[in-house]
């Protein structure tokens, strides 16, 4: 039976604000863990001007090469890759990594966010907000330079729990086609049942699929310690139905990503709690019985 590697990808360079880089080491050090790596971004002085619409574009790259080369050697040894973030931005690298191994993936992209502007739409220039439009390459430049291989394809690509899309964004993910279930559908229909038809669409007719976890996903009123909160989320007993599902459609996954997590936003360690307890889960529940 494969072995789970851990990656902390400590990177907080696709958002202006500071802290995200801090969570993985947190958030792994009492796993007990046998297999773990650490990549740590390069020290630049960060760029943080309003109209600077690429900001760190060099050390995001730089860091996600770096990146993007762990996660395939971790698969070529046979491991799967459990990515910590670390601001989303790394996974670009996480996920571009894993469809270079497998060739033909979907993916499921559990945040409050899209993450599906371009450098034309992006009105922050924050490039944690562009990963998934250049994992689709719906972006096609700058971002993916280390990657040679396959994209996700916008019919096996689902976005769970939206709920704080940029008007241009909006535009740019009803032009690809994607899969789009906001926070309101899984109020409604409950986060079991949007998981499993996000699992359906991802699945359909692919060799396997890539998960990312934004903590952002849940409300900041539980969970407060992350970069860019927003309002309305869904409570903790949808956060954690969500990786039920996931755990129960392991044989599916290839790869997988937790991230966000910013001890620096965090108020009395609260999401620090609730980031150890999905990784925990994730981790002892993957590749129980292969």
Not at 10 to 33: F, N, Q, R, S, W
Not at 85 to 105: E, F, V
Not at 212 to 217: A, Q, R, T
Request: hydrophobic residues 35%; aromatic residues 6%; charged residues 25%.
């Amino acid at each position: 039976m494969k072995d789970i590697t851990i990656i902390n990808a400590c990177c907080d360079l696709g958002v202006h604000v500071y802290g995200a880089d801090l969570g993985p080491e947190l958030i792994t050090k009492d796993m007990g863990v046998k297999n773990i790596e650490t990549i740590k971004a390069k020290q630049y002085q960060k760029q943080l001007e309003p109209e600077n619409k690429e900001k760190n574009l060099e050390g995001v790259n730089e860091f996600n090469t770096r990146l993007y080369q762990k996660v395939q050697e971790v698969i070529q040894k046979g491991n799967f890759p459990m990515t910590i973030g670390g601001d989303h931005s790394i996974a670009i690298a996480s996920a571009l990594a894993s469809i270079s191994q497998y060739n033909n993936m979907g993916i499921i992209w559990l945040d409050s966010h899209g993450d599906f502007n371009t450098f034309e739409t992006t009105m922050s220039g924050n490039l944690h907000g562009l990963p998934l439009a250049v994992i689709t390459h719906y972006e096609e430049n700058k971002l993916n330079i280390f990657h040679n291989g396959n994209y996700y394809p916008c019919q096996n690509t689902v976005i769970v729990g939206a709920r704080d899309l940029d008007p241009l964004e909006k535009e740019n993910i009803k032009k690809s086609g994607i899969t789009v279930f906001t926070t309101e559908d899984i109020k409604r229909e409950g986060a079991q049942e949007i998981c499993r038809k996000a699992f359906e669409i991802a699945t359909n007719g692919t060799n396997g699929i890539h998960v990312s976890y934004d903590i952002d996903l849940i409300d900041p009123e539980i969970a407060p310690g992350v970069s860019i909160p927003a309002t309305d989320g869904i409570n903790l007993e949808e956060a954690y139905e969500l990786v039920d599902v996931i755990i129960q459609n392991k044989k599916y996954i290839k790869s997988l990503d937790i991230v966000e997590f910013n001890p620096l936003k965090d108020k009395e360690r609260v999401t620090e709690k609730i980031t150890k307890t999905i990784c925990h889960k994730l981790y002892d529940n993957l590749l129980k019985n292969g």
